[in-house]
């Protein structure tokens, strides 16, 4: 009985093995099916790319969302229309609107369950304004870089990411401006405003090489700050780091009334170390407020 019994579990062990041979077999096949459909999707998204036109005139307001799409921004004053292009990728989708003077451009991954087993390479969305002149722009992407590739004024700007980098040439706001990411860098020519400016980042880099504001801020957790900063007469600005470094030139401005402190970090003022953990000093009327701030990170100002 023992034997017949040895023998039975056997041969249902060497069933359930060849089953669950056959289980793989049929799974690597749908995969691999899978994979094939959703690359050719993919080179289809890539070679082909829609493109939509709405009305846009100077003044107009400008929303645009991503997940993980690059950003483009760039002005043509030839055309009449905002034009927008994505390519054609079958697992996401566009959506363009305008409802009085705002223009909301979005685009968001489609759920499919194939998207679970490969990832996919996300077409740049490119748009192109009639002029560079706006009303509020407002610009979001999770994992995409944002790129400004056109000197811009408007009322506000708010440009935020998590882990992709905001680019620029030049950014002219007549309220607010603000530049916000986490581990992504911040780099342009000019960012200015007459109201206040902000540019944040966690880990990430903030490099540019004029900055303006009637109200300055400047902050990074564990990375560079660098730029020069002009300030308009009864203005202020404000850097702090934990443990990156800041380095600003202040020599267009006057008035100054400079506040410095670290923890552990170094003080310089034009080349020249400052003793202890704590440093100011002041020119002129001194009307123009700068406190600047570290833990381990060193600050060196120019003025």
Known sequence: MTGTTDSTKGTDMLKDTNANKI???????????????????????????????????????????TISNDIIIEVDEGVRQASISLG???????????????????????????????????????????????????VTSTSGDITLMHPMKTNSTKVSGVSG?????????SDNLELRTVSGDISGKEASSDGDVTLSSTSGTVEVQQISGAKTT????SSRIEGEVRLP????????????????????????????????????????RQTGKEASLQTGEASNLVRLSSVSGEIDLLY
């Open 88 to 138: 054609k990728h079958d697992n996401e989708e566009l959506k363009v609107s305008k409802q009085g003077s705002l223009v909301t451009v979005s685009v968001s991954p489609i759920k499919r369950w194939f998207i679970r087993f490969f990832s996919y390479n996300p077409s740049p969305l490119m748009i192109t304004l009639p002029s560079e002149d706006l009303g509020r722009l407002e």
């Open 233 to 272: 007469e009864g203005s202020s600005v404000e850097a702090k780091t934990t443990s990156g470094a800041i380095e600003l030139n202040l020599r267009s401005s006057e008035n100054l009334k400079v506040t410095a402190s670290t923890v552990s970090g170094s003080i310089e003022f034009n080349d020249e």
């Open 218 to 221: 400047l902050k990074t957790v």
């Open 165 to 173: 980098e905001v680019d620029f040439l030049t950014l002219r706001a």
């Open 23 to 65: 289980f793989l077999i049929i799974l690597v096949l749908i995969l691999a099916l899978s994979f094939s459909l959703y690359k050719g999707w993919e080179k289809r998204g890539i070679e082909q790319r829609r493109d939509q036109q709405i009305d846009f005139q100077e003044g107009d307001s400008l929303e645009v969302s």
